[in-house]
């Protein structure tokens, strides 16, 4: 299963949008769920109950997204949690302060996407993004594949009352701010 | 006497503190050994504790991102603390995370493991397991640590007591420096006790001792004074009472004691004893004031006598006694001369005692040498008296102390015979002359001697009578004969002096016994007539007592002393026994003759029977038989047997 999915990142890339490295995509699919767990106000986030992880995404990225969405969904199959956990595709231009997340995953994209950051910021939305360059736009993680995969962490909206993850987090994170991207 | 050990209190004081300090803290330093060691062991488990609680969290977060590769970066940050030896990462236990230092490499072994759970963020799900092993290093430096902090303080308190020690030496020294001058005190040496201006206890005590000291001092002249005084007092007593020692107060004359201290001093010397005859009847005729006065008077002109006598010095030894002791022994002739001038001398004394002259004698024991003067001198003047001579020199050949030792020997014969029963009656028998029958037995008295010899009375009757051992005597020999002759048909006659009759016990005694043994119509009393009997009354009282109870009385010896028939009418005898001196001769003595002749006719008119004795053979025998005595008793017909002849 989790060759086809490789192959299938391989494949899709080829055919449309944006280029994405495959192993990052599985690295940050592997791990920003598994962040979410790490916020200790996490029952003020969920949504109906549930963890809701929402993929927003360019239309000619929706297989990625898609994929990203079953990889998960798969992985969080075979981990027990308290809660539930539904994955959420959300074209870009769809986003709106209705749109359901616990955290929101982005990929790239053209448009402007500090808006969509403030909002999530002030609603105490966790953000990932897939390019570390998005943490200048307000967002809070992203992840890159060094000798190891390694968490940055965009201390500038750290601020926000609504955010609180385990410390020992913290201690994994590369925290970085504007200038230093 | 060994000498005591010297024993330093204040090295006790001090060596008393330092061991019990050194217990209490062997003791504290255990106790708080054992609390710290545990304690610094459980501080190295919390540190390791929380290093592990510390890396945990980071390690569960590196475990559920998967992002296990970090792990090993992570542990080993840790490894650059030393007392971190090696840290284990398990996930389901499996390693996935592993660094140990250089020194668990070299198998150090001194190290303890803390194994924590790593549990999922925000979750309480095990998701794998922290083993840290830890270094013992902090804890030996800790111990370490301490070991020598407490040797530190043991050695610190070490150097206290020592300093506390010497403190207290220092502090007690005065003590024993007064000691030392205490030791060469004596109440007339004042010494000066030092250190007291002390301000402290030393000082009290030196001030003390400075004032009980003076207060001694004191007490000690107060009781110099007292002590000579009363040596003054004591001296004076001792010659006063040396004077009553060897005073004798009513003459002034030394005294029988001043003697014995004289004679002990004297090298050859001699010794008269003046014995005035017959005082106690001046004494009981005219008084004793009358007999002191006279004693006065002759002690005064004895002293006159004697006073220009330079060796002689004249002693009052007792009542009526004087002597004369020569500190210098003079010739024999000029010895005895004075004794016999003396003798003179006195004969011509008169003493005045109211209107009565009395006139003395003297009988005057000497002794013509120095050893044993006391009691040579005392023998010659018994002897003397005995002999009825007015002087006596003690001669060796007298034997008198020969004769003092027999009878003394024979008095414990006698009381050892008493106590074992040998005092026993013989019975002689005494025939009647008409029909040569025996008439009767006279118990005679017997000694049986250690060896089973039988004893004459001849050898202890007079020292009995002496020793007071007569009565004794009598009573055996009555209390024997009645038992022996209570069955036997038998008249039997016992002997029985004046004393005897006199002597009421005895007398009752008597009446006791043959009322006892029903002997009253069969015993006959032998009373000596050669004693003299000079109680008529009281002998005449026995002889009616006996006879009203049926005895006989038959006076003994009779013709051997002052005989006074008149008085033996009185005494209403029943028997003469003829005296033996006038028997053992009457075969051959015409005068024997003639007077037992007279006795016998006497006898006849007054219708007395007549006993002869000791007749020791045949002509005897016939002479008695022709002089009509009635009785014979001799060892010719038979000598006194243990049993009657019968028996």
């Known amino acids: 299963m989790k060759r086809a999915a490789l192959l299938f990142f391989i494949l899709a890339s080829y055919a449309y949008g944006y280029t994405y490295n495959k192993l990052l995509l599985k690295a940050q699919a592997s791990i920003f769920p598994k962040i ?62 209705k749109t359901d997340a616990t955290a929101i995953y982005i990929l790239n994209s053209d448009t402007q996407v500090q808006e969509l950051a403030k909002y999530a910021n002030k609603k105490g939305i966790i953000t990932f993004a897939y390019d570390i360059n998005y943490l200048k736009s307000g967002f ?42 | 006497m060994n000498k005591k050990k010297f024993s330093s209190l204040s090295n006790k004081i001090v060596f008393s503190i330092a061991f019990v300090s050194l217990i209490i803290t062997l003791v504290v330093f255990i106790i708080s050994s054992k609390i710290n060691k545990e304690a610094f062991h459980q501080i190295e488990i919390e540190k390791a504790d929380i290093i592990a609680q510390t890396i945990e969290p980071l390690i569960a977060v590196n475990i559920y991102l998967g992002m296990e590769e970090r792990i090993n970066q992570t542990i080993l940050q840790l490894t650059e603390n030393p007392n971190i030896l090696a840290v284990k990462v398990l996930k389901n236990d499996k390693l996935i995370g592993y660094v140990e ?10 190290f303890f493991v803390i194994k924590r759970a790593i549990t999922q963020p925000n979750t309480t799900k095990t998701i794998g397991e922290l083993v840290l092993t830890y270094s013992n290093k902090g804890y030996n430096e800790l111990i370490a640590k301490y070991k020598n902090l407490t040797l530190m303080l043991v050695f610190t308190l070490v150097i206290l007591f020592i300093f506390f020690g010497l403190y207290v030496k220092k502090l007690l020294f005065p003590l024993r420096e007064i000691s030392k001058l205490l030791k060469g005190y004596s109440v007339n040496k004042n010494i000066e006790v030092p250190f007291s201006s002390q301000n402290n206890e030393i000082g009290l005590i030196s001030n003390t001792l400075n004032n009980m000291q ?81 004693l006065k008077k002759f002690s005064n002109r004895l002293k006159s006598i004697f006073k220009d006598s330079e060796f002689i010095n004249l002693k009052r030894l007792s009542g009526d006694e004087f002597a004369l002791l020569f500190t210098q022994k003079p010739p024999l002739q000029e010895f005895i001369y004075i004794a016999e001038k003396l003798i003179k001398d006195v004969e011509k004394m008169i003493f005045f005692h109211e209107k009565n002259e009395i006139s003395i004698r003297v009988t005057i024991g000497g002794a013509y040498q120095i050893e044993g003067a006391l009691e040579k001198a005392d023998i010659a003047l018994k002897s003397a008296k005995k002999e009825q001579k007015p002087f006596l020199l003690y001669d060796e050949k007298l034997n008198i102390e020969d004769v003092y030792k027999k009878n003394m020997e024979w008095v414990r014969k006698l009381k050892k015979a008493i ?81 005897d009759i006199l002597d009421k016990d005895i007398v009752n005694f008597i009446k006791e016994k043959i009322q006892t043994h029903n002997v009253e119509n069969r015993i006959i009393f032998e009373i000596l007539e050669s004693e003299g009997i000079e109680k008529y009354e009281e002998v005449f009282a026995f002889i009616t007592q006996m006879k009203k109870l049926g005895c006989r009385i038959a006076v003994d010896d009779f013709g051997s002393g002052y005989s006074n028939f008149e008085h ?80």
């Open chain 1, 36 to 97: 979410i767990m790490l916020d200790k106000k996490l029952y003020e986030k969920l949504v109906d109950g549930k963890i809701v992880y929402t993929i927003v995404y360019e239309k000619s990225d929706y297989y990625t997204a898609s994929e990203i969405g079953k990889f998960i969904e798969s992985n969080y199959r075979h981990t027990s949690t308290q809660y539930a956990f539904k994955i959420n595709l959300v074209e870009f231009s769809e986003f709106s302060s």
């Open chain 1, 140 to 181: 809070l993680f992203s992840l890159m594949l060094e000798k190891s995969a390694v968490i940055y962490l965009n201390k500038e909206n750290l601020n926000s009352n609504k955010i609180d993850f385990v410390d020992s987090l913290y201690q994994i994170v590369n925290f970085i701010d504007k200038n230093s991207i």
């Open chain 2, 101 to 110: 230092s250089k020194e668990h490499k070299s198998s150090a072994k001194d």
């Open chain 2, 214 to 294: 003076k207060k001694i001092l004191q007490y000690s002249k107060k009781q110099e004074n007292i002590n000579h005084f009363l040596e003054e007092k004591v001296n004076e007593k001792t010659l006063e009472l040396s004077m009553q020692l060897y005073m004798d107060s009513l003459t002034g004359l030394p005294n029988r004691f001043s003697i014995f201290h004289e004679i002990a001093k004297i090298e050859d010397g001699a010794l008269l004893i003046i014995n005035i005859d017959d005082f106690k009847e001046i004494n009981d005729f005219f008084g004793h004031v009358a007999g002191d006065g006279i």
């Open chain 2, 419 to 499: 106590k074992h029963d040998k005092i026993v009656p013989y019975f002689q028998p005494i025939f009647n002359n008409y029909t040569d029958e025996i008439a009767s037995y006279e118990s005679l008295i017997r000694l049986i001697d250690d060896d089973g010899n039988v004893i004459s009375p001849y050898f202890f009757l007079n020292i009995a009578k002496k020793s007071r051992l007569y009565s004794t005597l009598t009573k055996i020999m009555i209390e024997k004969s009645c038992i022996y002759f209570e069955h036997l048909n038998y008249d039997f006659s016992i002997n029985l002096s004046v004393e």
């Open chain 2, 568 to 647: 033996l009418l009185k005494l209403n005898v029943n028997y003469i026994k003829i005296d033996g001196t006038l028997i053992k001769n009457l075969d051959k003595d015409i005068s024997a003759q003639i007077i037992v002749e007279t006795i016998v006719d006497f006898a006849k008119r007054l219708n007395l029977l007549t006993v002869a004795e000791f007749v020791h053979n045949k002509e005897i025998f016939q002479k008695v038989k022709e002089l009509n005595i009635d009785r014979t008793q001799g060892y010719y017909l038979s000598e006194p047997q243990k049993n009657t002849i019968n028996n």
